[in-house]
Each structure stands twice: as structure tokens, then as C-alpha cells.
């Protein structure tokens, strides 16, 4: 069971990015996926959230407007579309899948929003 988040880095504030996690070793379309992120010396935060069909999704008032989460169940893809990034967007996004009470998470990948 593996995810594996990528393209993060490095983008200048007002600007955007698209983080993609790529799953394998799980029925994908069985999964709820989620992205949270972390900051310096805190918890996870939840991001944004899709349930397995994609019919329903969740995003956090905080990003709300600027990022979209979607995914494509064909290709065990799930994606993060970053617009607008502020500084505050600076963290390790981590992506996750769940289904009833197993969770499966990624390593995290970087993205830093330089002001």
C-alpha cells in the first residue's frame, strides 16, 4: 500500500500549483481521499477531502476559493489545485486515504510559497 504525493516546491505568493498523490496496492475507489498539510510545530490540518466517488467533497474554510480537490478513480490519482497561494499555504501537504477506520498516509511533500 503506497501513496506517493508529487509536485510540490517552490512558487511565489499569488500564484498556484497542483499537487497530484498517485495510490497502488489498495482498491482506490473504495477510499475517501483526503490532503492535510502540516506546518512548523503543528498538528495535521485538514485541506480538503473527496469521497470515494467523487460525488461529495469537503474543503476548509481557510483555503476555500482557492484550492479544489478532485481525483480520478481510473488512475488512482487524486489532485490538489492550489490557486492564490499566500506565504500561510507554507507546509508539508500529506496525502491520505481512508475507508471506515483504516487510514493509509504519504510521506508529505513540500510546497513553500515565498512572499
Known amino acids: 500500500v503506497r501513496l506517493v504525493e508529487i509536485g510540490g516546491g517552490l512558487v511565489q505568493a499569488g500564484g498556484s500549483l497542483t499537487l497530484a498523490c498517485a495510490a497502488s496496492?489498495?482498491?482506490?475507489?473504495?477510499?475517501?481521499m483526503a490532503w492535510y498539510r502540516r506546518q512548523p510545530g503543528q498538528a495535521n490540518e485538514l485541506v480538503a477531502s473527496?469521497?470515494?466517488?467523487?460525488?461529495?467533497?469537503y474543503v476548509d474554510s481557510v483555503v476555500k476559493g482557492r484550492f479544489t480537490i478532485s481525483r480520478e478513480n481510473a488512475n488512482n490519482m487524486v489532485y490538489l489545485q492550489m490557486n492564490s497561494l499566500l506565504p500561510e499555504d507554507t507546509a508539508i501537504y500529506v496525502c491520505?486515504?481512508?475507508?471506515?477506520?483504516?487510514?493509509?498516509w504519504g510521506q508529505g511533500i513540500q510546497v513553500t510559497v515565498s512572499s
Open positions: 496496492g489498495i482498491a482506490f475507489s473504495d477510499y475517501n
Open positions: 491520505q486515504a481512508n475507508v471506515q477506520f483504516l487510514e493509509v
Open positions: 473527496i469521497s470515494s466517488n467523487g460525488d461529495t467533497d
